[in-house]
């Protein structure tokens, strides 16, 4: 496994404090707009990534991250984006203009977010929590469940095509 060890980030970054994040040219029909939907009859089933050309097996921990996104307003403590088996421990994130940690886009899972304390996030957009997540795998139609429900009856490992491995939060607040 890949680490990073930052006992302290400096504080007032413009951007975000630490990001992982792939090329999109390893997720196989990707969707990184609300707009945009796949033709869920002609879709690549094949499960996993189309290369390795993203980050996985890599850590952070015992990281202080705070004071970010002085300039950029959609920054993340922690980004993750197109990877895999990513592990944040022991990592405090705090005063930020979005996020503590995001993953989005987060492909393939396997991440481990562990004994972490996130607070006093979302201060300019306040748009959800501390911890925010969302994919939008290849069988995703937005606002249409009849669509993309019926096709998860029909073949339901549908979901683990890029959530291959389940993420964990546990011992953090």
């Known amino acids: 496994m890949k680490m990073v060890r930052c006992p302290i980030l400096r504080h007032d970054a413009g951007g975000s404090g630490v990001c992982f994040v792939g090329d999109p040219a390893a997720v196989r029909n990707p969707l990184f707009e609300y707009s945009q939907t796949n033709n869920l ?12 050309n993203y980050p996985a097996e890599s850590a952070i921990e ?3 991250i705070h ?5 950029e307003r959609q920054p993340a403590g922690v980004q993750i984006s197109m990877s895999f088996k990513i ?3 022991d990592t405090s994130v705090y005063d930020c203009a979005r996020a503590g940690i995001n993953i989005s ?4 899972g396997g991440h481990l977010i562990e004994r972490c304390d996130v607070f006093d996030t979302v ?15 290849r069988y995703w139609v937005a606002n249409h469940r009849g669509v993309s429900e019926p096709e ?3 073949d339901p490992k549908l979901p683990y095509l890029d959530a291959m491995k389940t993420t964990v939060i546990r011992d953090s607040r």
């Open 67 to 71: 004071g970010i996104g002085r300039v």
């Open 87 to 89: 592990t944040v421990s």
């Open 152 to 154: 998860v009856k029909k």
């Open 105 to 108: 886009e987060g492909t393939w």
């Open 41 to 52: 009859t002609k879709i690549d089933r094949t499960p996993g990534p189309k290369t390795d």
């Open 123 to 137: 201060l300019e957009t306040h748009d959800h929590g501390s911890f925010n997540s969302w994919g939008r795998d």
């Open 62 to 64: 015992d990281c202080l």
